[in-house]
């Protein structure tokens, strides 16, 4: 259980392979070591609106996690606060853009870092699951799913986990057993397995970390493990 909230969204472990670290709805990051203790907040976090509830516009509510394994900060994109950082240590964290361009941003969800450059990419809204196609500046469909993708995290064994809070048919993904909430694909597209409805509900991501799936969720207080 996660200390009286809900919503982990993001899973992601330090370059030494601690954790899980995940964010959640009162705007604060966890780390699990035997048990959730907080890793990082931001400078409302003593706020009662925070402590008491979940006022995700005043409090902040972290959505994406990425660790640079170089640098050891940890990188997170917050819905309502924009793109923060925080060092190896956690602790109190730094806003390092709210704006691009002079338009702030609206949503911030998805982040990664190129381990190579340090570059942080990050999206303000997204609902399309794409790849770079082989021609500059083209994209191409790398696959059709029954549902709406939510975090796509790579696999140790060369694929990508795609998490799904709802079917197409409108239903939230596991409302039934038989029903889909993640895939397993291979570098082409192709669905190698899914994870269905006996997992959990509603789940935003997969990550896959010495042979146990870490599973997110929007909306859950707590966050899912079984074997990969």
Known sequence: MLNKTVGPESIEFDPSGQGPYTGVSNGRILK??????DFAYNP???????VENSNETKCGRPLGLRFNDVTGNLYIADASLGLLSV????????????????????????????????DVYFTDSSDHLVRRGPKTGTF??????????????????GGYWVAMSNLKAGDPA???????????????????????????????EVHEQTGSLWIGSVSNPYVGVCSA
């Open 32 to 37: 699990w070591q035997g048990n959730w203790t």
């Open 44 to 50: 409302m976090y003593r706020d009662r609106d925070c």
């Open 87 to 118: 060092g190896p240590k956690g602790g109190l964290v730094n806003v390092l853009a709210t704006e691009a361009g002079g338009v702030p941003f609206k949503f911030l969800n998805g982040l990664d870092v190129d381990q190579l450059t340090g």
């Open 140 to 157: 191409e469909l790398f696959v059709n799913l029954p549902g709406y993708p939510d975090n796509i995290t790579r696999d140790p064994r």
């Open 174 to 204: 596991g409302a039934a057993p038989e029903h889909p909430v993640a895939f397993r694909l291979d570098q082409e597209g192709n669905i190698l397995e899914a994870l269905t409805g006996g997992v959990t509900t509603s789940i935003s």
